[in-house]
């Protein structure tokens, strides 16, 4: 993750938490931003060479942000672990330079914090929907009843 990105986590109550490489939660690693697993359906027949695809879908997105605590460790230890609670659905909105994306998730497993100098931290999100979305609704009238 480079200085210009960042991915801030929003609970349904309206709780953010911001993990970049300039914020409190500094971040040193995600995975699952890109890159979807696609599962290809396909069908034999007797006598036929090679197969014939019938379809495919995308597995859910699952994104991994690792990273460390830099400072105030125990109140932002607390602050990071109520507002990912895991009995609570939120967004992800992946911000870099002028781009705004959101997907909105659950929290797969609930961030576990070394007892470090420097806490690390782990939190894993699980998007059933794998498509992110543009922060603004674009809409056009295609028709106008009077």
Request: net charge positive; charged share 25%.
């Amino acid at each position: 993750m480079n200085k210009n990105e960042k991915l801030v986590y929003e609970n349904e109550r309206g709780q953010t938490i911001e993990f970049s490489t300039v914020s409190l939660f500094f971040v040193t690693n995600v995975d699952g931003i890109d890159g979807l697993k696609n599962t290809i359906y396909t069908s034999k027949s007797m006598n036929q060479d090679g197969d014939t695809c019938v379809g495919s879908t995308l597995e859910s997105r699952n994104i991994v942000v690792s990273g460390s605590i830099r400072k105030d460790k125990e109140n932002n230890r607390a602050k990071l672990l109520s507002i990912l609670n895991p009995k609570l659905d939120g967004k992800i909105t992946y911000i870099n330079k002028n781009m705004e994306k959101s997907i909105k998730c659950k929290i797969e497993k609930a961030p576990t914090i070394s007892q470090d100098r420097l806490p690390n931290f782990v939190v894993s999100f699980i998007c059933n929907n794998p498509y992110w979305t543009d922060i603004l609704e674009n809409k056009e009238e295609i028709a106008l009843w009077k």
